[in-house]
């Protein structure tokens, strides 16, 4: 089975610039979540979406969005881009089901560099 | 203050040597504990998870989960130089369904030959 996919791997914008990056989950997986990771702050839960509709937020501003579509890829945008948004962008999905623990199985993740 | 607290390191140890890795967390709701691996370059890999308290041992690897003390740790017996990585604990107070995890820093492990 492939593993979650995203793209582009490697992107540089300039501040001001609105970004979209693309995650596609675990054939199957109906949950996918996004997290920023700085050397910093480490890796931060930005929302979680499931069949469609975002069931948690962390505490990012506005600037982060996202959406999920009917075919559980999902993608995240950022506007007006500064320069603290430069981070590795993981997507993790998960099959969000059933009884048992749901692992949360991380992509490659999208280098987004902000000049 | 972070919810949850982890030494980054580095850590770099001799290989065949016993690592210990450690997390301490402030949120009392937390009851899946996680701990990740990380090569460079890669997005996280899941290692062990382990709800409420106990312990759990898989192979080389074992997790401990303290509620009492909101303390949780993880040993590498017989280390080996592929087990050089980030390892990240992180935490849940959600369903086991998914939802929202709390990491630590990431603790940067290097294991000489």
């Known amino acids: ?115 | 203050q972070k919810e949850v607290e982890q030494d980054p390191g580095p850590l770099s140890v001799p290989e065949g040597a016993i690592v210990s890795l450690n997390c301490t967390y402030s949120n009392s709701a937390f009851q899946y504990f996680m701990w990740y691996r990380q090569y460079s370059r890669k997005g996280p890999e899941l290692l062990m998870y382990t709800y409420s308290s106990g312990n759990k041992e898989d192979g080389r690897f074992t997790a401990q989960v303290d509620k009492s003390s909101k303390y949780i740790s993880l040993f590498i017996r017989d280390s080996q130089p592929s087990d050089s990585a980030t390892y990240l604990c992180a935490m849940s107070a959600g369903s086991y369904r998914g939802g929202k995890l709390i990491f630590g820093q990431g603790t940067e492990l290097s294991v000489k030959p």
């Open chain 1, 1 to 115: 089975k492939a593993g979650v996919t995203q793209t582009p791997r490697y992107l540089i914008k300039t501040r001001g610039q609105q970004v979209t990056l693309s995650c596609s989950p675990i054939s199957g997986h109906r949950s996918v979540s996004w997290y920023q990771q700085t050397p910093g702050q480490g890796l931060q839960f930005l929302f979680e979406y499931f069949s469609e509709t975002q069931r948690n937020k962390g505490n990012f501003p506005g600037r982060f969005s996202g959406r999920q579509f009917s075919n559980s890829r999902s993608e995240m945008n950022v506007s007006t881009l500064e320069l603290g948004d430069s981070a590795l962008y993981l997507c993790a999905s998960s099959p969000s089901q059933g009884d048992a623990y749901n692992e949360q199985f991380f992509g490659p993740g999208t280098r987004l560099t902000v000049l």
